[in-house]
């Protein structure tokens, strides 16, 4: 057991990939199994106390990994402490940044199917867990890649610079979810009931054309497979963007992970002021364009390293967040976005 433990997965020790499976599923049990078992409706002041505590306890693994990467991982292994911290809260804040945007696609979801707010805690739980199942299959696939091909890093980073363009020239443009393919398909082929039941998923109840009983989906499915599905959307923007910053697994499954763990939290918190947040996505575009660019010209302008430090990547990317947000805050200050 004691060889296992101490035995390496992808460059890191064991235990500590068990540490942070440890922390993850407490941080579940205690928050969607204990606090928040029944359903019910969280208040927004509820909602900005987890984000702040998900965001904490996000910011804080940096120092573990800090210590950890100094002291517990082989000599001469890796990365050192302090670089890895820095690319570990880099790739937090980025991901943390691109959660944010995906809560506003989840806003138009619920308000189109007219959820109610005591049951899309259900629709964010579930919701949660597959994200966390995907993005653990994406990044295992990212990584073995990575590690094979690193060639593919330059895709990802034309990928990064192409989706960056792309999201300023539609930054405006609203998701059409009424005629989303997907949502067609799943009405044309199965049963599905025009009410809500509760915050059940599926229902039996009898046909309308043979009277036999019959399993239904409920609104509230098609919510969830939708939310599903523009996380799939927002992974394949995100894990390219954590990949352009760090290649460790660790590093990257950790970073992506925390910044997801909060974001029901963080939804019941910004989906009431939606609207305050207006200009994020062009930041966001900046900051996709900035980072599939540094993997290009890093080899030109750190010919030493052959990569961008990550303390100036971290300074960079949280000015131009930070200039982002208070943009944002600052045009909308009345409370009704002003006009580009």
Do not use: C
Not at 83 to 95: D, H, K, Q, R, S
Not at 107 to 132: D, E, K, S
Not at 229 to 241: G, H, L, Q, R
């Amino acid at each position: 057991m004691f060889e296992f433990l101490t035995g390496t997965f992808l460059a890191t020790p064991v235990w500590m990939w068990l540490v942070f499976i440890g922390v993850v599923m407490t941080l579940l049990v205690l928050d969607l199994g204990i606090l928040h078992r029944e359903a019910r409706e969280i208040e927004v002041k509820e909602s900005l106390v987890l984000s702040a505590v998900y965001i904490g306890l996000g910011l804080a693994f940096g120092f573990w990994v800090w210590w950890s990467f100094d002291n517990l991982k082989p000599e001469g292994v890796g990365l050192g402490g302090a670089e890895a911290a820095t690319l570990y809260w880099t790739g937090f804040i980025v991901e943390k940044t691109l959660a944010m945007d995906n809560v506003f696609v989840i806003a138009m979801i619920f308000t189109y199917f007219a959820v109610p707010r005591i049951y899309q805690h259900r629709v964010l739980f579930w919701g949660i867990l597959g994200v966390i199942v995907l993005r653990a299959i994406m990044i295992g696939l990212g990584a073995t890649i990575v590690a094979q091909f690193s060639w593919v890093l330059y895709i990802f980073a034309a990928f990064l610079i192409f989706t960056g363009i792309k999201m300023w020239v539609m930054a405006d443009a609203k998701p059409d979810i009424a005629n989303n393919p997907l949502l067609t398909f799943m009405r044309r082929r199965f049963n599905v009931t025009n009410e809500m039941h509760g915050e059940k998923f599926w229902v039996r109840q009898p046909h309308p054309t043979t009277g036999k009983a019959t399993w239904f989906m409920t609104p509230l499915f098609l919510a969830l497979v939708l939310v599903e599905v523009a996380d799939v959307i927002f992974a394949v923007d995100s894990v390219p963007a954590i990949f352009a910053i760090t290649t460790d697994p660790f590093i990257v499954y950790t970073s992506n992970i925390f910044a997801i763990l909060g974001l029901r939290a963080l939804y019941f918190a910004l989906a009431a002021m939606v609207h305050r947040f207006h200009y994020l996505k062009y930041a966001l575009s900046v900051l996709l364009v900035f980072i599939g660019s540094k993997i290009f010209v890093a080899d030109f302008v750190f010919p030493e390293t052959g990569k961008f430090p990550p303390s100036l990547s971290l300074s960079i990317t949280f000015v131009i967040l930070a200039a982002g947000i208070a943009w944002s805050l600052w045009k909308t200050r009345g409370g009704v976005a002003v006009a580009k």
